[in-house]
């Protein structure tokens, strides 16, 4: 026999990377893609130097054994690989399902016999393998923590706390990262800027250090160096500047500043060498009291400039900048600070004692440099009898006192305490803690020292903690997001700026509502907490309009090095969580969603008071972005030249109305009534802005000069002041200037919707200039940005003007003569503009009416009660008390009539209807009833659209600026089929609900592009419309899809989705419409189906699934329930595909949960709760069969209760715990993971 001889390596610490592709891409990706896989994988790794050392055809293994970069470790290397991967495997179509995982360790090789080829095996090997086998989700890459403490250039990354590792691993935690997570080049931060700016700075020190110092400071060269030019300097010096801005370490700019304009230290030169030095007098200054008793001036606090006062308790500390010697630079310090001059400190101090010490060491945050500190404690005292001549620190009494530290920042105040009051034991227990691993106290900036203690010790909102032997900060937040469905479109909460003590903070710019935990706060807890404070929301409107997505909770880990703790790293863990808000909260700008603010005391002072405006932004801006796919170690983001463009402009707001003496005794009273007693319309302005409204030479200043002198109701909105005794107060969080100018600019929008045929698209798109003139791309002033100027050029050419006039015609404010021509009628546009002028007055809170006893009821309202909701208001106002505002009461009746109409609370959601999300019962019958009892015709129904248009287009408070609100901030496809869908809402004055719903839906069959042919027909029709609108595009696919449907799942969709929710209404082109209910609305179908396009048939089998167990929970009925409609929330899986939803963690299934009588929620549970018992509520819950779960075997496989033909069991639960346990030894069924089980294909 022959001896085989093998081969083998020593042991290497290097970093490997695993990748394998999920279970439901190896089932159907092709070859052609798979080797596009391959080719990426190699080019990637080649980028950054990395090996492939085992490669299958659906899983792989990499090493790195040198990092590519003198920074940048080989765990840096090897994550950013795994981003890049999985970068290119999510851009794909479709999209490819993989895992990657990666660990620094071991790695060993031996020569395998007879192969020539070697075999690799170690702890890095092994372990990325199996953090790529459990990675917590598809497409991310899993890491532990410990590999994630190794990370240099990406350690600032944010990454996720894996919640539910798989039972039977070793690892106790592990962090996952996205893929389209940033790792900036920090030489492209702002700190540093994209042009690195020249600092020119003449020295003003008069001498130089003792010349006892072997070697020469370097002042006045380095203060006129540029950044670029210091960077050079040093690296000559042989200190490396590209490793500056990386860690612990400053900036290179930061450092720059603190030389060369703080002086905060100086550089010392001895040969070649350079060395950082800061020099640093804690001074004791000293007075004896009456009594004897020797007493120290102390810095008790500090004002920010936020207006946060901050515990001092220290000592004066004076900076010794470069060239002056100690006592120049304390002589320096008194006068700037106290006013005292130096005559007047010679002839009242003198100095008591003076210890000196010197220390060099290695700073962090300096990279490179040895850093020595001198430091001088100085002890100095007040002369007996002087006192008098120093009553600017408080004496001779010993009084408190402030300062403003002119050119030093905040306001300070100073106290004189005895000398025998020690520091805290806290105070010396942090500073003992801090030096004791080599974090320099004297490198913080001034007061952070008892900033810290303070956090730590006081406020409890951060912890020390050693990680290995680096001591950290850590800080728990919580991060809000507030989502809300505005117009059909998902939208989040952000911050846009706080205005406090008359200064803007726009750094919380797009950050949505956050706060600090305390030391053993729960997220929940905190949660409720951040809500109230930093919104107003109380318990009551917490539990009426907030709803927690449970599955979206995330816990975050990021690290940041902060300015004031120079050394220190700060770790944050973040608790991220989605919240739901109804549209019904007013408060917060809903249902439209309008900007808003929030005013909060921030301490007893009158004036102090902080002010943060909040904006409603598209969830798309923020969440399910990738970026750009490249190719390189670090993401550099474009520049931002929002800081060049000038702030939006407003009118001048209306003088204030003469206050009645008696308005404000009794709310009881109509105090719009009251105020507007003496006032009088001025219809012959008002007749002139409807007359001239579309003359060419009727300019949009004379335009607004006439509706301001015609209609008195504009001054309302500053009529009242609030409990101030200043600012009137709104119902919208917004100022009641906000609300004019949003009225104004509902009235510019009239106008130029009026005038489309001349200058009323381009100054609907851009707004006017301060000369009222119509502005354009070109335009140097206003100032804008670049991409804000694409946007409005963008909106002018590719929207459909036409639909816009189409809608105005309907209203009948326009008339089309034909050939083009077009005319308009004068009443029936002097209605809209009072309309306009009058639509929001309700918002000041003072103007609510109460509701008089006599009228016992008002839409809700009791007799003496305040009408809170503003358009109920109006609409009391116009129905009981018309002749309160003198522009409606001098209308014609005809045109009062149709202004009354549009205050109708129509519960119309237009989204529903253009993307067939809703059933017709509850998208119409409200306004069917209204209609039916008003009998409006259809010019009032357009009407009211009309006002919808024209109030949400001057939704942004700064009308010159043009229509904002749609252009800037609103899909154009969207609002192109909202202005297509209200030719058939016209209808419902003749036709019913189902009609009305059933031709809107054949017309977009026959409207859609590409052609899709015939119109189906018999069973199933109105199944397959609502499908391909739900889809908005790729209907081909849908429709394909939902023909290869099995039976049991077609069926369920073609019934389900005909029914109507009216009692005795079916669809006459469906024989699948046969009535009964209630019916289902499944909010957020459309975007479900949207988000899957790639998986149109899995898709239809889960919202398939999401039905048939809907109706277990409400078996079907005729009668009156044939009028009803249940809501089945299923945002939980609106943004994940089919195969995301399959992967479960153990123990954990999907649950359809009847929340309501008329609502349900798709949630992701546990099936045992934290104390190990059933935590399924049987009565209220049906589990969702949603395909294969993570794990299963023999490719895609499903463990399931389903049996074929026995349609309801899959929704139910087994009643005890020991009737649980033969679901794990169920048999496995295989299953392709896109059928049902019990139906599957295979």
Not at 21 to 42: M, P, Y
Not at 233 to 242: R, Y
Request: a negative charge; glycine letters at 8%; proline letters at 4%.
């Amino acid at each position: 026999m022959t001896q085989v001889q093998v081969c083998s390596s020593a042991p290497e610490r290097a970093c490997c990377l695993a990748w394998s592709l999920t279970r439901a891409t190896q089932a159907r990706i092709d070859a052609h893609q798979l080797r596009g896989l391959h080719a990426e994988v190699l080019s990637c790794a080649e980028l950054v130097g990395a090996e492939a050392i085992e490669v299958g055809a659906t899983h792989g293994v990499l090493v790195c054994r040198k990092p590519a970069g003198a920074l940048i470790t080989t765990v840096d290397t090897m994550v950013r690989l795994g981003q890049l991967i999985i970068r290119w495997a999510c851009s794909e179509e479709p999209e490819v399902g993989i895992r990657v995982g990666v660990h620094k360790g071991e790695v060993h090789w031996i020569e395998l016999p007879d192969q020539h080829v070697r075999g690799y095996f170690g702890t890095a090997v092994s372990m990325s393998k199996h953090l790529a086998e459990i990675a917590p989700k598809d497409c991310c890459v899993h890491v532990t923590s410990a590999t994630k403490q190794s990370l240099r250039v990406l350690e600032r990354m944010r990454f996720s706390v894996s919640m539910n590792l798989p039972i039977g691993t070793a690892l106790t935690s592990s962090y996952y990262l996205e893929p389209w997570e940033e790792a900036k080049d920090e030489e492209h931060d702002e700190e540093h800027g994209h042009k690195n700016p020249t600092v020119n700075c003449v020295s003003t020190m008069g001498s130089v250090l003792p010349t006892a110092q072997k070697g020469m400071t370097l002042g006045s060269s380095v203060s006129k160096m540029s950044v670029e030019e210091f960077a050079e300097f040093l690296e000559k010096h042989g200190v490396d500047p590209t490793k500056f801005g990386r860690g612990a370490a400053k900036t290179l700019a930061n450092f720059h500043r603190e030389i060369a304009v703080e002086q905060r230290s100086y550089l010392f030169k001895t040969g070649n060498e350079l060395e950082r030095r800061m020099e640093l007098v804690r001074l004791e200054l000293v007075a004896e009291d009456t009594h004897g008793t020797d007493k120290c001036l102390m810095l008790a606090s500090e004002e920010m400039d936020d207006g946060r006062v901050r515990t001092r308790n220290q000592k004066l500390a004076v900076v010794v900048p470069e060239g002056i010697s100690w006592q120049e630079a304390v002589k320096m310090k008194f006068l700037n600070i106290f006013g005292l001059t130096e005559d007047v400190q010679k002839a009242t101090l003198s100095v008591e004692g003076n210890d000196f010490k010197e220390e060099t060491l290695a700073s962090a945050s300096v990279p490179g440099l040895q850093t020595t500190y001198l430091t001088h404690e100085i002890r100095m005292r007040v002369l007996v009898g002087a006192e008098p001549s120093l009553k600017a620190v408080g004496l001779p009494g010993f009084e408190p006192f402030s300062t403003d530290a002119s050119g030093e920042g905040a306001k300070q105040s100073w106290i004189w305490q005895d000398v025998g009051e020690k520091a805290t034991d806290s105070t010396e227990a942090l500073f003992k803690l801090l030096n004791d691993h080599a974090i320099n106290v004297a490198e913080f900036e001034a007061g952070a020292l008892n900033d810290l203690v303070e956090e730590v010790y006081t406020a409890k909102v951060s912890t020390l903690m050693l990680r290995g032997k680096e001591l950290q900060r850590h800080l728990q937040i919580i991060k809000v997001w507030l989502t809300a469905d505005i117009l059909s479109v998902p939208h989040v909460l952000v911050h846009v700026y706080k205005m406090s003590k008359g200064k803007r903070d726009t750094k919380i710019k797009d950050r949505p509502i956050s706060m600090r935990l305390n030391h053993g706060q729960r997220w929940r807890e905190a949660l409720a907490v951040a809500l109230s404070s930093r919104l107003g929301l109380n318990s009551k409107s917490f539990h009426d309009f907030i709803e927690i997505d449970e599955a979206s909770y995330c816990l975050c880990e990021e690290v940041e090095y902060s300015r004031s703790y120079p050394g220190l790293k700060t770790v944050y863990r973040i608790h991220e969580i989605t919240c739901r808000v109804s549209t019904s909260a007013t408060q917060l700008g809903l249902p439209t969603g309008q900007d808003f603010a929030i005013s909060r005391r921030m301490s007893s002072a009158e004036d102090d008071v902080s002010v943060t405006h909040f904006t409603w932004k598209a969830r798309k801006d923020f969440f399910g972005r990738q970026g750009r796919f490249q190719k390189s170690l670090l993401d550099v983001s474009a520049a931002d030249d929002s800081k060049e463009v000038d702030p939006k402009r407003r009118l001048l707001a209306p003088a204030p109305l003469g206050l009645p003496a008696n308005s404000l005794q009794s709310r009881g009273c109509i105090v719009v009534q009251e105020l507007m007693k003496s006032k009088r319309t001025d219809w012959k302005r008002a007749k002139n802005a409807a007359k001239r409204i579309r003359d060419k030479d009727y300019t949009l200043k004379e335009f607004f000069d006439d509706c301001v002198a015609a209609f008195p109701e504009l001054a309302l909105y500053m009529g009242l002041p609030g409990p101030d005794g200043k600012t009137p107060v709104t119902s919208s969080g917004r100022s009641a200037d906000d609300e004019y100018q949003r009225s104004v600019g509902a009235l510019f929008a009239v106008y130029w919707l009026m005038r489309l045929n001349g200058d009323g698209a381009q100054s609907f798109c851009f707004g006017v200039d301060d000369d009222w003139k119509p502005l354009s791309a070109a335009c140097r002033s206003p100032r804008r940005s670049g991409p804000e100027r694409a946007r409005r050029g963008t909106f002018l050419e590719q929207t459909d003007w036409k639909l816009f006039e189409e809608v105005m015609v309907a209203s009948g404010m326009l008339i089309d003569q034909g050939k083009g021509v077009m005319a308009h009628d004068e009443e029936r546009t002097l209605a809209m503009l009072v309309l306009t002028a009058i639509h929001d007055i309700m918002k000041v809170d003072q103007l609510m009416p109460t509701v008089a006893a006599r009228q016992k009821e008002f839409c809700g309202y009791k007799s003496g009660e305040v009408i809170t909701d503003h358009d109920v208001a109006l609409g009391y106002i116009l129905e009981h008390v018309p002749d309160a505002l003198p522009s409606y009461a001098g209308l014609p009746q005809k045109q009062k009539d149709s202004v009354k109409f549009t205050q109708c609370n129509m519960e119309y959601n237009m989204g529903w209807l253009v993307q067939a999300e809703s059933p017709p019962g509850a998208l119409f019958r409200k306004f069917k009833a209204i209609i039916t009892a008003g009998k409006a015709d259809p010019r009032d129904i357009a009407f009211y659209f009309t006002h919808w248009l024209t109030d949400l287009a001057g939704a942004e408070p700064c009308p010159q600026e043009g229509c904002e609100k749609f252009v800037l901030k609103f899909p154009q496809k969207v609002l192109a089929s909202f202005l297509r869908s209200f030719p058939f809402v016209e209808h419902l004055s003749g036709k019913s609900e189902t009609k009305v719903m059933e031709e809107y839906l054949q017309w977009r069959w026959t409207t859609h592009e590409p052609s899709l042919g015939l119109m189906p027909i018999g069973s199933g029709v109105v199944a397959k419309l609502r499908v391909i609108i739900m889809a908005q595009g790729n209907s081909q696919p849908f429709l394909d899809a939902f023909d290869d449907l099995f039976p049991e799942d077609r069926t369920v969709l073609e019934t389900e989705l005909a029914l109507t929710g009216c009692v005795g209404q079916v669809y006459d082109i469906d024989t699948a419409s046969v009535g009964g209910g209630p019916a289902f609305l499944v909010y957020y179908a459309p975007a479900l189906l949207q988000r899957n396009h790639t998986d149109a048939e899995g898709v239809l089998v889960v919202l398939a699934e999401v039905l048939r167990q809907a109706r277990s929970l409400w078996p079907r009925e005729q009668g009156q329930a044939a009028g009803e409609t249940v809501t089945v929330l299923i945002d939980a899986l609106k943004e994940l595909s089919v195969e995301a939803m399959q992967q479960l963690s153990p123990g954990e299934i999907w649950v359809l949960q009847r929340v309501t009588s008329k609502s349900a929620q798709v949630k992701k549970l546990s099936v045992l709760n934290d104390s190990g018992q059933d935590a399924i509520d049987r009565s209220l819950m049906r589990v969702l069969s949603l395909g294969s779960p993570q794990g299963s075997s023999g490719g895609s496989t499903s463990r399931t209760t389903l049996l074929h033909g026995e349609q309801p069991v899959s929704g139910l639960l087994p009643v005890t715990q020991e009737e649980a346990e033969p679901l794990v030894r169920e048999v496995a069924i295989p299953s392709c993971g896109r059928c049902m089980p019990a139906t599957c294909c295979l």
